[in-house]
């Protein structure tokens, strides 16, 4: 049943949501709302396209609702992070900066640092979080903030590229 469905309806639910946001977003979701349908074949009425297109758009919603609270936790962390490296809530650059560097991390390597900066939890309470020991998040947790104390020097290197103040031979008044 799944193969029938996903031959005569992927393509159509694939442009669907292409329509709707970029394509890597589209595929994802495309493959999520396939695997529903697997889950729920002994539910899904024929023919199947109209319950495969709500399902699509109730997947792309919580898609974009989980990417949101992503985003504002994202900039939480960098705003707490700034003010706790001492930095004011007037240095936006920094804020700004950090934000990116953070964004740039994977998924795991946010997760380690959320339940350290944000959060703020032990190590004993974050390796539970995790389901580790507490070595393994320690672990984690250094090679987490190495990572992005690569991508913010990174970022300032290439602001230094591109800012015309700091090139050899700028004239200062």
Known sequence: ML?????AYADRVLAYLMHRTDPETAQDVMQEVFVIAFKKADVV????????????????ANHRRSSRRRDRLTERIAVEAAV???????DMGTTDRLARAFSALSPADQEVLSLSAW????????SRALGCSRATYRVRLHRARRRLAERLDAS??????????????????
């Open 84 to 90: 706790s490296a001492g930095a004011s809530g007037d």
């Open 156 to 173: 300032d290197q290439a602001e230094r590229r591109t800012d015309p103040s700091t090139r050899a031979g700028a004239t200062h008044d």
């Open 3 to 7: 193969e029938a469905w996903f031959h």
């Open 45 to 60: 009425p024929e023919p199947a396209l109209g319950w495969l297109f709500g399902t699509a758009r109730r997947v792309l």
């Open 119 to 126: 959060y703020d939890l032990d190590a004993d309470e974050a």
